[in-house]
């Protein structure tokens, strides 16, 4: 069983609920977790029980949208893997500090008490600026791994990463066999 979270970035939404349906065809058994915000605003990229439903067909299955539904995640539902796609800059930095005050963030910290692996898809409007040396400290953590990523507009802006959601279901093969696929910064 694999583990998916979705987080605020809206935009890859569309992208993210793609990979979600190719994992759920690979990997058969996806829970699926949505972080507070993606769980409950509503944006001009669509509704959040619009979200919710979609998940839930895909998956079969409510998402977990609460700390205490994230909690057994790791003691008592143990995953082979987690995705986190989109992963916002604020979800990066409370991984890369150690904080626990969302759905996503618990089920990260309790999946990787188990010792298996974490995917990070990025999507952050500051990931290198803010949130470059969270990067930083995560490339760093065992078993945490990241889905390729590119400066998606370069002028508007600079600072901005988003993960290549092409490269989601390969990294996530990748990360399963304890290897990070390369290159991690790719070119636009």
Same mark, same amino acid.
């Given at each position: ?14 992208? %993210? ?17 949505? %972080? ?92 290198? %600026? ?29 600072? %901005? ?28």
């Amino acid at each position: 069983m694999i583990g998916y979270a979705i987080c605020g970035s809206f935009c890859t939404h569309k992208k %993210s609920l793609e990979v979600l349906s190719e994992l759920k065809r690979s990997y058969v058994d996806v829970l699926p977790i949505l %972080s507070f915000n993606a769980a409950e605003l509503d944006t001009r990229f669509g509704t959040a029980a619009d979200l919710i439903s979609r998940v839930s067909d895909i998956c079969g299955i409510a998402p977990v949208m609460t700390i205490k539904e994230a909690e057994p995640i790791g003691p008592k539902i143990k995953l082979d893997l987690m995705v986190i796609a989109p992963c916002t800059g604020n979800t990066l930095a409370k991984l890369a500090h150690g904080i626990t005050d969302t759905p996503v963030t618990m089920a990260a910290k309790a999946h990787l008490r188990n010792g298996r692996p974490l995917l990070i898809a990025l999507a952050s409007n500051d990931a290198l %600026s803010a949130n470059l040396s969270n990067i930083g400290l995560l490339m760093n953590r065992k078993n945490i791994y990241f889905v390729p990523m590119v400066q998606d507009d370069t002028v508007k802006k600079p600072y %901005s990463l988003v993960a290549d959601f092409d490269k989601v279901v390969i990294s996530a093969d990748a990360a399963i066999n304890g290897e990070q696929l390369r290159p991690i910064f790719e070119e636009e």
